[in-house]
């Protein structure tokens, strides 16, 4: 499959391209040249798969010659085996709810899905090529726990995260600086999450020094982790065995999740609709009833991960409606980046196609997990609870599921305040309770963020 860049669609790149380089040099997102659906016969197939071998069939046509369909299977079949919950991910019935699990795996969040498998990516291209890569991604909590756990111990690889001091939850923190591994270096920046992207995104942006350290990325805009998402959608329909459409609500950040499910619909998936669940940072909510693209100042909720108002993944949505005009998308990205963009209604009628979204806040957050544990003795996560709180406040006709993005005990404080309630880590975690932390304060100041990396891996 050859690939192009949203803002270029000139120049075609292969997947090791797309997957090392993350973002495409004109500032673009990488998107395939054309998405071939699967047949009717091919889904009936996919139907009785396991989930490792459900993921193999639906990736492996994005990788072309990076890897062969048997190393992928074995490649994912290592990915996940690191997963508390034998199934990978698991859909329970609770009530008139739907729910699928996205957090069985080593740190309680979704992201996992996708991290795992793209460690053992990296592993499999530095067998081949003889190089050393380091990773350096910012984090509001759960990326960079889930990146560490995936690229630990990991041959020839090293891994830079930077998280906002004191801006994340205790336990959020303890995950990721836990764990002696000499390859992982974290990194508590003077400052909050938008600096701490700020300082990677000019990082990159250097190119003199990202080459001379060959830096990689990880964060959601990667396609490698969009391809691994969309897998679970698949896999929950299939094991809801119906013939209808079905709907997904997914908590959503920066868009990175749901287009997942946008992908698998492009693949063939009857899809009815995705419903973009946000907290109070509603940019995407706005955007997607009525066409209101303006961002606001981000404010801290009890859903973390979720307070963003720059939806990277969105670019890909609007090159879709732009009719894969890379002139339009670039017209499109510079108002955006001076917060001018509102989005026309002929847009909006293609968007809301396969898209409709609601806004949940911190009262109804607060009350959706009370409800959910009063009625059916099961405690979720706030970002859950957003899902689950779009899903009940919309009329929506299909059957739907809501995708679980994080384990409840990553959220101790928001659970007992829901419902007076202290949420456990699993005994597989205990540990990072009395373990010591590793991690060093450094300043909101790129020059020292870059002389702190060129240090370590000198
Ligand atoms: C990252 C995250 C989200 C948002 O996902 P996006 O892909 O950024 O939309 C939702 N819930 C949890 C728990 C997360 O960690």
Not at 108 to 121: R, T, Y
Request: net charge neutral.
């Amino acid at each position: 499959m050859k690939y192009i860049s949203t803002r270029d669609n000139n120049l075609e790149f292969s997947f090791e391209e797309v997957f090392l380089k993350g973002l495409a040099d004109d500032g673009g997102l990488f998107i395939p040249v054309n998405i071939q659906p699967f047949s009717k016969e091919e889904l009936d197939r996919f139907k009785k798969l396991d989930y490792t071998d459900l993921a193999t069939e639906i990736i492996h046509p994005f990788l072309g010659s990076f890897i062969t369909k048997e190393s992928l299977k074995s490649l994912i079949n290592k990915s996940y085996s690191t997963f508390r919950e034998k199934e990978v991910v698991k859909l329970r019935k609770v009530g008139d709810l739907e729910i699928l699990e996205l957090f069985h795996g080593p740190t309680l969040a979704f992201k996992d899905v996708a991290m795992q498998f793209i460690g053992n990516l990296y592993e499999h291209y530095l067998e081949k090529n003889n190089s050393e890569i380091n990773i350096v991604v910012a984090t509001s909590g759960d990326t960079g726990a889930a990146a560490i756990d995936a690229i630990k111990n990991k041959k020839n690889l090293n891994i830079f995260v930077l998280h906002p001091n004191n801006k994340i939850s205790s336990v959020q923190r303890q995950i990721m600086t836990t764990g002696p591994a000499k390859n992982v270096f974290n990194i508590a920046i003077e400052g909050n999450f938008d600096d701490c992207q700020n300082i990677v995104k000019s990082m990159f942006a250097d190119l003199q020094f990202s080459k001379s350290i060959n830096m990689s990325g990880v964060n959601s805009i990667n396609w490698a982790r969009i391809i691994a998402q969309a897998v679970y959608y698949f896999y929950s329909y299939f094991k809801i065995n119906s013939s209808d459409k079905i709907s997904f609500s997914v908590p959503t950040g920066n868009f990175g999740d749901v287009y997942a499910g946008y992908l698998a619909k492009k693949m063939g998936l009857p899809i009815d609709k995705l419903i973009v669940a946000t907290n109070t940072n509603d940019i995407l909510h706005r955007a997607i009833s009525k066409g209101d693209y303006i961002a606001k100042k981000v404010s801290e909720t009890i859903s973390p991960s979720m307070d963003i108002q720059i939806a990277s993944n969105f670019e890909r949505l609007i090159y879709d409606i732009s009719d894969k005009d890379s002139e339009t998308t670039k017209e499109i990205m510079n108002k955006i980046k001076v917060n001018k963009y509102k989005i026309n209604e002929k847009d909006l009628i293609k968007i809301n196609k396969d898209f409709v979204s609601e806004c949940i806040n911190e009262e109804e957050t607060l009350s959706t997990i009370k409800k959910i544990y009063n009625e059916y003795n099961l405690v979720i996560d706030p970002h859950t609870a957003i899902g689950v709180g779009a899903l009940r406040k919309l009329n929506i006709k299909s059957r739907s599921i809501v995708l679980a993005t994080a384990h409840p005990c990553k959220f101790p404080i928001a659970i007992e305040k829901a419902i007076n309630k202290i949420e456990t880590l699993p005994d597989e975690l205990n540990y990072i309770l009395n373990e010591k932390e590793h991690y060093e304060i450094l300043d909101n100041n790129v020059d020292k963020i870059k002389n702190y990396v060129k240090e370590k891996i000198s």
